[in-house]
């Protein structure tokens, strides 16, 4: 309670919050609030590429669907994304980072060299290549992009467990006999759970952009899901002509990872205030 109210003292992260949330609302109730949820799917040559208007808010794409509730139908796809690659990303490099981090001899040492495998590749390239190598499509990019995120998650709990194992409160527990799974799970990884938490909101706005990409590129989502990178790919043989094609499912990718990463500079700050945003 007292860190959501330090937050919500922070104006930059008030906003980012509210940037979350929104999203969130609107991912929730999409089919209620998209004007044209039926529609979103099928093709209206005939009302193809119309500027935005009283009907059309967002104006209409290529093949005549209203952008605007494309739009909303893809800020869910985009969420799910997100929540998925996030989660099983935590959910390989959270136990990697707790036994490199708390046994020191050969085990870590294969364990993090993995790791520095994994971060050694670029991200987006190391995803393109595994979309390349696996069928096209939405699965695909949150299965590559969870494959090529789990190393952050390591490195970070990797520093936080050895940072603890050498407190007190750790000798404390080894010395009235706590096993080490129970010192782990109940002590150790709850103390780094700041840390955690902040790279995951960081790693949610990272993972919608990359996620764009890679359906910009062709890898991610296929049509005629409402992905927003799909759709700014699908405008560029449109333009300048079709301004509002890419410019809105633009301005909703922009929105939504603003939100997470002022969102996770707001909870890094509260974490460690020595790392605060300059205010000058």
Not at 53 to 59: M, N, Q, R
Not at 86 to 96: C, D, R, T
Request: charged share 15%; no cysteine; aromatic share 8%.
């Amino acid at each position: 309670m007292i860190a959501l109210k330090r937050l919500l003292r922070d104006r930059v992260a008030s906003f980012g919050l509210a940037l979350v949330l929104f999203a969130v609302l609107v991912a929730l109730f999409a089919p209620w609030l998209a004007p044209y949820p039926e529609d979103a799917f099928e093709s209206h040559i005939l009302q193809r590429l119309r500027p935005p208007s009283a009907e059309f808010p967002f104006g209409t794409d290529n093949l005549g669907r209203d952008i605007l509730s494309r739009v909303i139908l893809g800020t869910r796809s985009a969420l799910v994304v997100a929540v998925a690659v996030v989660g099983a990303s935590l959910a390989i490099g959270v136990p990697v980072g707790l036994v490199a981090g708390w046994r020191d001899g050969w085990l870590s040492d294969l364990l993090m060299r993995v790791t520095d495998v994994f971060l050694a590749v670029p991200q987006l390239i190391l995803a393109l290549a595994l979309g390349q190598l696996l069928a096209p499509g939405l699965t695909t990019a949150m299965l590559a992009l969870a494959l090529t995120y789990w190393p952050f998650f390591a490195r970070t709990v990797y520093a936080e467990t050895r940072r603890l194992r050498g407190a007190l409160f750790v000798d404390a527990l080894a010395g009235i006999g706590a096993s080490t799974p129970r010192i782990l799970l109940l002590h150790v990884l709850p103390n780094a759970a700041p840390a955690i938490l902040i790279r995951a909101t960081i790693g949610m706005g990272f993972t919608i952009l990359t996620a764009a990409l890679l359906g910009f590129l062709g890898v991610g989502a296929a049509p005629p899901d409402p992905d927003w990178g799909l759709a700014v790919a699908e405008a560029r043989q449109h333009l300048p002509e079709a301004w509002w094609f890419p410019t809105f499912p633009g301005l909703a990718i922009l929105l939504l990872v603003l939100g997470f990463n002022l969102l996770g500079d707001g909870l890094r700050d509260i974490a460690d205030p020595r790392l605060r945003r300059s205010r000058h």
